[in-house]
């Protein structure tokens, strides 16, 4: 975090098919050691598969997964008076977008599909239709910070 002034934020060209910056930001994402042009690969192809699976376009069923994993509340670690504590805080919507991404990423690269391609599009699917580990990852977010409502009060 800077202590002069706040950080540039960069803009960031949309994609060359879907003309989509949030579709651009998950490549980033999915990105590995500079390779832009596999990400893109894995990306098209998976979309391409979901295309194929569900009879619907791409992109939106990518957004409503999305929409879908992304939480609402998250919890943070704390220190007070000796002890930590679990602390739900609100999640913006950038903070929760990245936040689903990690998840959709993470959890579709631990399948056990044969190609990274397919493995995205199952988990890009499975999110869709509201099931899956991402799904689950976000419930027991929301479960955690349910059950630490208690310490709301101790967050500043």
């Known amino acids: 975090m800077p ?32 390779k832009k042009s ?6 098209y192809g998976a979309f391409e ?11 939106e069923v990518f957004k409503t997964a999305l929409e879908n994993v992304r939480p609402q509340v998250k919890v943070v670690s704390r220190r007070v008076g000796g002890s930590n504590y679990q602390i739900p805080m609100e ?10 991404f990690r998840w959709i990423i993470g959890n579709s690269r631990s399948r056990s599909e044969k190609t990274m391609t397919e493995k995205l599009a199952a988990e890009l699917i499975a999110a869709f239709k509201k099931e899956g580990s991402s799904i689950k990852k976000r419930e027991d977010t ?7 409502r208690a310490f709301a009060h101790l967050r500043w």
């Open 3 to 34: 202590r002069k002034r706040k950080a540039i934020v960069r803009e960031v060209l949309p994609d060359p098919k879907y003309n989509d910056v949030v579709l651009t930001k998950f490549m980033n994402c999915l990105m590995v050691k500079g």
């Open 38 to 43: 596999l990400a893109e690969k894995i990306v």
């Open 49 to 59: 598969l979901i295309q194929e699976k569900t009879k619907q376009e791409p992109l």
């Open 91 to 100: 999640v913006n919507e950038k903070n929760g977008r990245a936040i689903a």
């Open 142 to 148: 929301h479960k955690m910070a349910e059950a630490n």
